[in-house]
């Protein structure tokens, strides 16, 4: 039942079932295991790794295990233990790619970069058409400042495996932060012959065409006044007492929604609170009620792309068959979201929750307004892209591409009322 339950997605139902079992048979290797899995990718990494520590006590020798627990360790940033798991795991089986690339990862996240330069050069040596070690070799550089020798490795990532999209955006990237923006757009527009819908590479096209003064391009591929929608609940029939009433219901199901942490590591908040699992997953009346408004939305959006043109590649993906990943952000006081993507969407869409009364003041600087346009921190422009700021207010919901960066104006220190947005992507599922 709960392997049937996990095939179809029905993660809460599922995990809920590994418990049951569990609670009988407490150290039930598949149970364990494939709870372990659940968390994992529900973002409790914490959980999971208390699971697989479990499991390794039974079976010390496990590799799976082993790559499992690494994986969980390097994404709570317990970046030392990751190593000695991988270290361990390596030792059991030296060929090992992904405890490998795990190893290597938490390396560099420590600052231990000559002993991972040095381990990825034996690798490669070894394994001279290893195109992912040439990759990693190119992210090192990076991180060390030194773009020609991260180029280099990038190009010879793309040499042996010319569909790896993934080295063609990182050498523009790393171009890009070293103010190299005709080369950087030469290696991104690479990426994107091998994949027209490349996320991480459509947002660094947008910031090579503005630094470049490129900038009817620019508006093609990212105008946030033609690629930014607004909808609104009243659009859909919903009078002001409902929306209120479906408002109160969602955010008295979001604000203390369990997986919501303080700054998770892997997203773009700060002095915010975010939810870590996807909240499709409950079967909450209100979220329910909220996703008929979602599939208007979206066949909205449908509609309006007879008025683009049929070359824009947010045109040419629009996927056959996705999956919707929603998660919560609370925001109190001196809160924010940084620039930031949403790699694994097509369309992604933030609905307005709880607004705080600072929204509506004009001398607060449109603090709590999403804007469009801002390029990430570490990127620094001579030109500013085009940008486009709106007003959050109850029942409404923006729709954008994925690749469109957007952050928030902060809220000042003084606020003390909740701005909840319920954000959610529409991620493509490929064969």
């Known amino acids: 039942m709960a392997r049937r339950a996990q095939g179809a997605r029905r993660l809460q139902e599922a995990a809920q079932i590994y418990r049951h079992i569990l609670k009988y048979d ?27 520590r479990q499991l390794l006590r039974q079976d010390p020798d ?34 090992n790619g992904e405890l490998f690339n795990t190893l290597v990862s938490s390396l560099k996240e420590v600052g ?32 060390l400042g030194q773009c020609d020798e991260a180029v280099a490795h990038f190009n010879r990532a793309n040499s042996i495996n010319p569909a790896h999209s ?12 070293h103010g190299r923006a005709e080369e950087a757009l030469a290696q991104i527009n690479g990426a994107l012959r091998v994949n027209t819908y490349d996320v991480r590479a459509l947002a660094l096209k947008t910031l090579a065409l503005a630094e470049l003064g490129r900038t009817e391009e620019e508006k093609w591929l990212s105008d946030p006044f033609n690629f930014v929608h607004i909808h609104r609940l009243a659009d859909f029939g919903y009078s002001q007492d409902q929306v209120a ?86 925001q109190i006081n001196s809160s924010k979201m940084l620039p930031h993507i949403h790699i694994d969407g097509w369309l992604s ?37 085009i940008n486009r700021t709106i007003k959050p207010e109850p029942g409404l ?25 319920l954000a959610f992507d529409w991620q493509p599922i490929r064969a």
């Not at 790559?67 to 970046?79: D, I, P």
């Not at 990825?120 to 090192?140: C, E, I, K, S, W």
């Not at 607004?355 to 607060?364: H, L, M, N, S």
């Open 397 to 421: 919901m923006v729709t954008f591409p994925s690749y469109l960066w957007h952050d928030t104006v902060p809220l000042p220190a003084e606020n003390r009322e909740q701005r909840l947005v």
């Open 166 to 177: 993934l080295s063609f955006a990182a050498a523009g990237e790393c171009l890009l932060l």
């Open 245 to 330: 009433a479906l408002n109160r219901a969602l955010s008295e199901f979001a604000s203390s929604e369990p997986s919501l942490r303080e700054d998770p590591p892997q997203y773009a908040t700060s002095n915010s609170w975010h939810s870590t699992t996807n909240l499709m997953d409950y079967g909450n009346p209100a979220v329910e009620e909220l996703q008929r408004f979602m599939a208007y939305a979206f066949e909205d959006r449908i509609r309006s792309l007879s008025r683009e043109d049929p070359a824009h590649p947010f045109v040419r993906a629009v996927p056959r068959d996705f999956r919707i990943d929603l998660w919560a952000v609370k």
């Open 26 to 52: 407490p150290n039930h290797p598949i149970a364990l295991n494939n709870l372990a899995m659940i968390l994992g990718e529900s973002g409790e990494f914490g959980q999971a790794e208390a699971l697989l």
């Open 112 to 143: 231990r970069y000559d002993e991972a330069i040095a381990l990825l050069n034996r690798m490669v040596q070894r394994h001279p058409d290893y195109a992912t070690g040439h990759y990693y070799l190119g992210t090192l550089h990076t991180r």
């Open 349 to 385: 869409a933030s609905y307005y929750v709880d607004v705080p009364r600072i929204v509506d003041d004009p001398a607060a600087g449109e603090a709590g307004w999403i804007k469009f346009g801002t390029p990430r921190i570490d990127i620094k422009l001579t030109r500013e892209p």
């Open 62 to 95: 496990n590799v799976e295990v082993l790559v499992y627990l690494s994986q969980a360790l390097h994404l709570q940033k317990k970046f030392d233990e990751a190593i000695a798991c991988c270290e361990r795991g390596l030792r059991l089986s030296p060929d």
